[in-house]
């Protein structure tokens, strides 16, 4: 699959009038676990946000591939922090991603069919999805962003507030993706859990990209005195 | 009493007069209903997802012309459809059309500003999750709609609701006139005081009963919307 490159030109991002993220310049791979470290604050969920087109950055471009971020939404899935759900039945949630694209039902049904079983979510299919745990949830939203087979995959601290089993079950999944050819990109901030996943990490503080590096350097010799210090843990 | 239960035989005995009225007053107002809902469901749901001009003065005056007294809607659509009128050509007055066009008016701004209100608080987790999946305008109010569709449907109730049990306008552009356009409420006011207490009651009765079904149906509508909603 012709996975794209993330490009992210001097781009900055303002909040009332604050820099808030930026400017950041960076070139990422098509292939493999991309993992976002930083603290609370540091521009994670706004990077994982302006990469996807969800914000605007005010100066600056967010490339994929050659396309404009905010003009290649449907090449890549999105699971956010939160999980909003819509007031529908799981498999109502699932396969509403589809409804944005023209294709014949027959093929929807059984991507979602597919979608739900991956998610271990059939047998809830037909429940309103606000009925659903935390944990299913998060499949939920895991199985919603991917049901359209992206190029790409963004998550936002998908592990937050999981325990462990469930967490293990959904690094797991993530783990398959990657390999399956599918570009993943998430945000934690657990250290331990950067340290399984990552293929490579980026570390933000205070808005600002510190290092990128691969997770083996990263980890073994982190170059920034804010990477240092987080990873030490030190508060 | 006696007048009770004769009110009584005319409901069960299928009274063919009581019945016509009963029928062209669910015609009238189910019209109406189903022209205001074209109307107010798309212009309400778009109030709620999107800000353009003139956005804030057309909310105030829905929620304004919710009240909008049924007598004062009456005389306006008279003077339009009066032969003097604008719309004199047309030959509505006195006619069930007519009527239908006054009720439409009355029940529009309830229908409009009720699903306004039922699909803002959809919005916050919405926006978010349809801009991820690069959804359009169309998809987008059409998926606020009917993610909305209890709350629409109670909107779509109390216009109903109202329309059926508003005397003033139909009165005044109908003309209460014997097999034409004498609806239930029309003919209460009318056989009411003309001492024909049995016809009146009887209708009282079938519209007491209308609207004990339309809250009922309210009622079991927000238990099954809140099925959906989240809580966490």
Known sequence: ?235 | METLQHAAELMTGRDSALMQIVGLSLYVSLTACFLAALIGIPLGAALAIWNFPLRSVLVVLSSSLMALPPVVVGLCVYLLLSRAGPLGDLGLLFTPGAMIIAQTILITPIILALTREAVLPLRRDYDALLLSVDAGPGLKLTTLIWDARYGVMTALLAGFGRALAEVGAVLIVGGNISGLTRVMTTTIALETSKGNLELALALGLVLLSIAIAVNASVHLLARLGRRYEVTR
């Open chain 1, 1 to 235: 699959m012709n996975a794209p490159d993330l490009i992210f030109d001097s781009v900055e991002v303002l909040a009332d009038g604050e820099q808030v993220l930026g400017p950041v310049s960076m070139r990422l791979a098509s292939v493999g676990i991309t993992v976002i470290m930083g603290a609370n604050g540091a521009g994670k969920s706004l990077f994982l946000t302006t990469a996807h087109g969800l914000v605007a950055p005010h100066r600056g471009r967010v490339i994929w591939n050659g396309i404009p971020a905010d003009s290649s939404r449907k090449s890549r899935g999105f699971v956010f922090q939160n999980t909003p759900v819509l007031r529908r039945s799981v498999a109502g949630n699932v396969a509403f991603p589809l409804s944005a694209r023209k294709m014949p039902a027959i093929e929807k049904a059984t991507l979602v069919a597919r979608a739900l079983a991956e998610a271990r979510l059939t047998s809830q299919a037909h429940q309103p999805a606000a009925a659903l745990s935390g944990g299913e949830l998060k499949r939920l939203a895991l199985a919603r962003a991917m049901v359209t087979d992206p190029a790409v995959i963004l998550l936002d601290e998908p592990a937050a507030n999981l325990d462990p089993a469930t967490t293990k079950e959904l690094e797991d999944s993530l783990r398959r993706i990657s390999d399956a050819g599918t570009k993943v990109i998430l945000s934690t901030h657990d250290i331990a859990q950067a340290r399984r996943l990552a293929g490579d990490i980026l570390f933000f503080d205070a808005g600002l990209l510190i290092e990128q590096a691969s997770a083996a350097a990263f980890f073994a010799n982190p170059i920034s005195q804010a990477a240092q210090k987080y990873l030490k843990g030190e508060l």
